[in-house]
């Protein structure tokens, strides 16, 4: 099973990033996805999760309203768009499948990628 994220990069204060996480050897749509972030210094931090077939999302108090969780079935992709963002958001980002949003944790894990908010 293999997850790829991809989209990271350096932005300012208050722009916008979208990253990716794409499966090649197992279809998402039976699986919960899940993003997670670590900050230098940090433990690892739940972010957000949707759940199969797009029944529920969920996020961490601290980016509802400016992150979006949605997935491209066709692509067996799931998308994170992050806007406004903030230089506390500066973080690996990591996506996960999991069998159920609820418990937190990822089952399968993908490579992370580095999201730097800074002027």
């Known amino acids: 099973v293999q997850l790829q994220a991809s989209g990271g990069g350096l932005v300012q204060p208050g722009g916008s990033l979208t990253l990716s996480c794409a499966a090649s050897?197992?279809?998402?749509?039976?699986?919960?996805i899940a993003w997670f972030r670590q900050a230098p210094g940090r433990g690892r931090e739940w972010v957000s999760c949707i759940s199969t077939w797009d029944s529920n999302i969920y996020y961490a108090d601290s980016v509802k309203g400016r992150f979006a969780l949605f997935r491209d079935h066709a692509k067996n992709t799931a998308y994170l768009q992050m806007n406004s963002l903030k230089p506390e958001d500066t973080a690996v980002y990591y996506c996960?499948?999991?069998?159920?949003?609820?418990?937190?944790?990822?089952?399968?894990w993908g490579q992370g990628t580095q999201v730097t908010v800074s002027s």
């Open positions: 050897t197992f279809t998402l749509d039976y699986y919960d």
């Open positions: 996960a499948a999991t069998t159920d949003c609820g418990l937190r944790v990822g089952v399968y």
